[in-house]
């Protein structure tokens, strides 16, 4: 489980400093998905961030199986991360040079003890992601062989090599068609059930939302209120609103 409590964060901006994350709290359970959404610039990925332990809050606890992050020194945080956090970026990222195959192997040889050790069983679990994820035909091609959304599928299979309790993931349809985008979706659905993991997935495309176990909303760094009526809140933020007036145009 993964659990934001009463989160603040703010950057310095010149003289003063601007609230990116405003007292936000709230829950993965195991086997769920929590989306996040809102317009652009209203701190959804910097709440993501902080989740991840990649950037530590001004106040409030961010807790992972018990372990609150804030307390823990960079060394720490890195392990916890390392053992238990597995994050998909919005862009795949992938070496170039690797196949499918060892983009998820690499993983096994980043800083953990033993790791040696533990290569056959690594290469068999990237074996069986990809299988799960829906690749096990392309595990030997490399990146410029492999569509964006099969790119993706590499990266979502990535961040689960270490067996994460908590599954982070970062607009992961934001360079894919609806269609592909559905795909992914229903994917990262699946195998949080499947494997169990507390997933909070960050999106500004309304059209995912149902497909998800819980949504909250994000405006100007503050979850809307319960009660509101979130797509109101969203339409409200000028950003949002001109992209659905344009949406409704067209």
Not at 33 to 42: A, K, Q
Not at 93 to 106: G, K
Not at 117 to 143: F, I, M
């Amino acid at each position: 489980m993964i659990r934001l409590d009463d989160i603040t964060l703010t950057f310095a901006d010149g003289d003063s400093r601007v609230t990116a994350v405003d007292h936000v709290s709230l829950t993965a359970h195991p086997g769920t998905v929590t989306g996040i959404t809102g317009p652009s610039g209203s701190g959804k990925s910097s709440l993501l961030a902080v989740a991840a332990t990649l950037i530590r809050p001004d106040s409030g606890r961010v807790l992972i199986d018990d372990v609150d992050a804030t307390t823990l020194s960079r060394a720490e945080a890195s392990d916890l991360r390392r053992d238990r956090v597995g994050i998909v970026f919005q862009q795949p990222n992938l070496i170039p040079s690797l196949t499918a195959r060892e983009q998820l192997e690499v993983m096994n040889e980043l800083g953990a003890r033993h790791s040696r050790a533990r290569r056959r069983s690594a290469a068999a679990r990237a074996d069986d992601l990809l299988d799960a994820v829906g690749l096990g035909d392309h595990r030997d091609k490399r990146p410029h062989q492999l569509s964006g959304g099969q790119r993706q599928r590499v990266n979502i299979a990535r961040a689960l090599m270490n067996d994460p309790s908590a599954l982070l993931v970062d607009e992961p349809t934001s360079a894919l068609d609806q269609r592909r985008g559905a795909a992914i979706i229903d994917l990262i659905v699946r195998l949080t059930g499947e494997l169990d993991t507390s997933t909070l997935l960050v999106t500004h495309d309304l059209v995912h939302l149902p497909r998800l176990h819980t949504t909250v909303t994000l405006v100007d760094g503050a979850l809307v209120v319960d009660g509101d009526d979130p797509s109101d809140a969203v339409a409200a933020h000028p950003a949002t609103g001109a992209c659905i007036r344009s949406a409704a145009s067209a």
